[in-house]
């Protein structure tokens, strides 16, 4: 069992940076490839970036290269988001979650944090 909780969410303008963090409880969160996904009012969860046990191998949504990076601290038990060049089209409820396969389907992720909104005013 693990539990995830997410912090860092806010109101930002367009251009600016956040860091979202999600904090993981037990003892076996680098067994778990972490990934984090967002869904905007009206529309399905969708896949940001997912990065693998040890930190080595990262994937992003092509929306997202080049602006977000994912990176993850073992030793802390925690995985972070960091949002560069942010616009409106990225105001949305971000999720963390816990799989035990490499994937980008939201449906191979067991665990699930409570999500933090992110607002990005223009």
């Known amino acids: 069992q693990v539990q995830l909780v997410e912090s860092g969410g806010g109101l930002v303008q367009a251009g600016g940076s956040l860091r979202l963090s999600c904090a993981a409880s037990?003892?076996?969160?680098?067994?778990?490839?972490m990934g984090w996904f967002r869904q905007a009012p009206g529309k399905e969860r969708e896949f940001v970036a997912a990065?693998?046990?040890?930190?080595?191998?990262?994937n992003y949504a092509d929306s997202m290269k080049g602006r977000f990076t994912i990176a993850r601290d073992n030793a802390k038990n925690t995985v972070y988001l960091q949002m560069n060049s942010l616009n409106p089209e990225d105001t949305a409820a971000y999720y963390c979650?816990?799989?035990?396969?490499?994937?980008?389907?939201?449906?191979?992720?067991?665990?699930w944090g409570q999500g933090t909104q992110v607002t990005v005013s223009s």
């Open positions: 979650a816990a799989a035990i396969r490499w994937s980008s389907g939201a449906n191979d992720y067991i665990y």
């Open positions: 037990g003892r076996t969160f680098s067994s778990y490839f």
């Open positions: 990065i693998t046990r040890s930190g080595g191998i990262t």
